[in-house]
């Protein structure tokens, strides 16, 4: 597969990197760990180097996956993890005071993350989300010291604001920013993509499927189960699913005319948009990793892109991202 940099940190990855949430996390019944294991390596095999995991995805199991999945070629890859969230010692979320990025713990969780991954330095480390308590700078410091530690290569940021941004860059380079971003959720746009690109900073985008409905593959009739959070989303409501199939019809036109899938033309599209965009998509399924990985090979003209930026623009997407109980703190 291609690589691509992050921005100008010289970190290079996989065109397509592979979210790791969903292994065994949030979207149902977890599948069986040891053929999500050899999932992980059979993404390496195909070329896959960069790996997108979080403390709280689980909690703690989703890491220590990813790190047996890929101690036997740690050499080769390259892995994300996140700091941001309370966990108490049940191994559940603590939502009541969900957020919490203190210099102190950020270095505890580090430590606790290097342990279950299996290795002894994570290449790129994300504040998960902004914990307005605590003043990035501080964040970004307390990550410095990581990083002079040896125990941390490079610095990111998911899901921030633009001054944000600038504000952490200044006290220790971003390498990356991650946030939410496709053709059905678009606000990168407003302003963070044009700050990224003058900071030299690389963008990774999480749900780069729309949580599976950019494949084409779900309808008003789809549900889920309690355990899926999709279940809360007001985006996956049934009145949101039939409305929004306006862009599958989009992305279908495109994807018979180029002999792709949806999710190809969707893949495609966003590695289109920037040389140092990253799309993580993830899946438990090996037809599915292999499908995503042949977006990299579809080729988008100058006009395809116009065709379905422009359409896309025209539809309204009906749903938000988050219901209000998940709007403030979470950690998708």
Request: charged share 25%; hydrophobic share 45%.
């Amino acid at each position: 597969m291609n690589k691509r940099q992050l921005g100008k940190s010289g970190l290079e990855v996989s065109a397509l990197g592979f979210g790791c949430m969903g292994l065994n996390s949030s979207y149902g019944r977890a599948p069986d760990r040891q053929a999500m294991i050899g999932l992980v390596r059979q993404a390496v095999e195909r070329g896959v180097t960069f790996f997108d995991t979080a403390e709280v995805y689980g909690p703690w199991t989703n890491e220590e996956l990813v790190g047996e999945a890929l101690a036997p070629v740690r050499d080769r890859v390259v892995i994300a993890t996140k700091f941001g969230f309370d966990v108490d010692a049940s191994g559940k979320e603590n939502r009541g005071a969900a957020l919490n990025s203190r210099p102190e713990h950020i270095k505890q969780v580090a430590d606790a993350s290097l342990k279950r991954l299996r290795t002894d330095r994570i290449d790129l480390l994300y504040q998960h989300r902004v914990d307005p308590n605590v003043p990035i700078e501080d964040v970004a410091g307390a990550v410095k010291d990581l990083v002079k530690a040896g125990k941390v290569r490079h610095f990111g940021l998911s899901e921030p604001g633009i001054q944000t941004i600038r504000r952490a860059h200044a006290v220790l380079p971003v390498t990356a920013v991650q946030s939410e971003y496709s053709l059905w959720t678009r606000n990168p746009e407003q302003g963070v993509l044009s700050v990224l690109e003058e900071l030299g900073i690389g963008f990774v985008p999480f749900s780069p499927l729309g949580r599976g409905f950019l494949t084409g593959k779900m309808g008003a009739d789809t549900t889920f189960e309690k355990s899926d959070f999709r279940s809360a989303l007001p985006r996956f409501a049934p009145e949101a699913l039939a409305a929004n199939q306006a862009l599958i019809d989009l992305l279908g036109k495109i994807a018979a005319a180029k002999n792709a899938t949806i999710a190809q033309i969707a893949l495609a599209w966003l590695l289109a948009q920037k040389p140092w965009i990253v799309p993580i998509p993830g899946t438990t399924k090996l037809n599915r990793l292999e499908e995503n990985l042949g977006a990299a090979d579809v080729r988008l003209s100058a006009a395809d892109l116009r065709e379905i930026t422009d359409a896309a623009a025209k539809i309204e997407i009906v749903g938000a991202r988050y219901s209000p109980a998940l709007e403030e703190v979470t950690g998708r």
